[in-house]
């Protein structure tokens, strides 16, 4: 098994990094130097066509892609400890709030940041919106789907998008966002 990350703090890969380092896993790690455009190269190209990390290649040359799919398979055959929940009914809300939060927080906080104008200043009030609603799902609980997850990872991962640069603070008001983001960055994992 082979993990190719890349060799600074982008997003997707870090995620991974953060994964491995809460589940106490240590993998192979291929690290590809992204800015100098090794995720292009034809042979990356023929495991990854769409020219990104992270990526799992198996032992059979099987290929896995998407940081998701990548954690999904690793719970699977490494299920302790539980990063996405021990029982069916924790599982539906580690995953609803993953969902919720790549899709809600770190897609317009990247755009946010990636962008300028209108495009930027839309961004930002999608994410402004959606940071409320996680800020009412925190309410009374310490992590976001109760128990620590990798609904938090995601969340580590928006909230620090959001903030690259400069441009961005919490609102004061979030109070249970704001508490939590200070729990998550206490952990060990959070300073990779
Ligand atoms: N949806 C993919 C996104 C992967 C992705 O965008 N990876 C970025 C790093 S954060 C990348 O490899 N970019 C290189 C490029 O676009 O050339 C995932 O979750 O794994």
Sequence with gaps: MLL??????????????????????????????????????????????????????????????ESLAIMEYLEEIHPNPPLIGADPVTRALVRMWERRIEIGVYLPASRMVLSKGEVSEHARKTLVARLALVNDGLQGREWVAGHFSIADIMLLIGLDTAHHGGQFTLDPAWTNVSRWYERMKARPSASI
């Design 4 to 65: 190719y990350l890349d060799t600074k703090r982008a997003p997707n890969p870090r995620k991974l990094r953060l994964y491995l380092a809460e589940k106490g896993l240590d993998l192979p790690i291929k690290q590809l130097d992204l800015r100098a455009g090794e995720q292009k190269t034809p042979e990356f190209l023929k495991k990854n066509p769409f020219a990104g990390v992270p990526i799992l290649e198996l032992d059979d040359g099987t290929v896995i892609v």
